[in-house]
């Protein structure tokens, strides 16, 4: 089936460590985004890319970083720079990129999300 | 940045009772989705919204996109235990930098008793 996989369901920090968050899409899909979630708080965007080896920062980028080594792949780094971590964590992508401007109001579709907490 | 004001927070009903929930922004968006989120899961969608004025219905759910596209509202009719879930609206520009992002309301907590 397709569908976007976050691994691991549950993470475990300790201070001063760098932890990754993996998120992996067989959709086929150009754009792919990663957000945070606090409890009674709408998603908030950390990073966003609209297509391979290219990501741009969202609105709480501080702390975070990603890469786009591949169009599946969208993986996340929760860094020590990154003071209050413990949140939900959701990767989503879309069917979308530079260019593709028939495509470009197709809905985001979800992970089911990695809980992060500190140790 | 651009906010959205969703509303309300939460609500208690009664099982078969209708609900109604609705999104504001003083920005204007292109595009209104609608997700459901359950606990420990990825949002779902619900019902994407692409056109002003635009009604559509997805079994006992509505959502209308508003018509100066500041606003939407989502509709459940007949609610049953499983629509209990925290509602998401997002709305979505399609100028410059901001072609690919969402804006997401604040969710409302519905909680439905049997």
């Known amino acids: 089936d397709g569908g976007i996989t976050q691994s691991p369901k549950y993470l475990f920090r300790k201070e001063g460590q760098n932890v990754t968050l993996s998120c992996e899409q067989n959709l086929n899909h150009d754009a792919m985004y990663w957000y945070r979630q606090d409890p009674g708080q709408g998603l908030r965007l950390i990073y966003y890319?609209?297509?391979?080896?290219?990501?741009q920062k969202g609105d709480i980028a501080e702390g975070y970083s990603v890469s786009r080594e591949k169009k599946e792949s969208f993986p996340l780094t929760v860094t020590s720079a990154q003071k209050n971590p413990t949140a939900f964590y959701l990767c989503?992508?879309?069917?979308?990129?530079?260019?593709?401007?028939?495509?470009?109001?197709?809905?985001?579709?979800f992970g089911d999300g990695t809980r992060l907490s500190i140790l | 940045g651009q906010q959205l004001n969703q509303s309300p927070q939460s609500m208690f009903i009664q099982e078969g009772e209708d609900v109604s929930m609705n999104c504001t922004s003083s920005s204007i968006f292109n595009t209104w989705l609608w997700y459901k989120q359950d606990p420990g899961e990825g949002p779902v969608l619900l019902i994407a919204?692409?056109?002003?004025?635009e009604l559509t219905s997805n079994g006992r759910l509505t959502a209308q996109f508003g018509i100066t596209r500041k606003d939407s509202f989502l509709n459940i009719s007949a609610s049953i235990p499983s629509d209990v879930g925290i509602y998401f609206c997002a709305g979505r520009t399609r100028s410059g930098g901001s072609n690919y992002k969402l804006t997401f309301g604040k969710g409302t907590l519905l909680t439905v008793n049997p």
């Open positions: 989503a992508s879309s069917r979308e990129g530079q260019g593709s401007v028939s495509y470009s109001n197709q809905p985001q579709h």
């Open positions: 919204l692409y056109k002003a004025g």
């Open positions: 890319s609209q297509i391979v080896h290219d990501f």
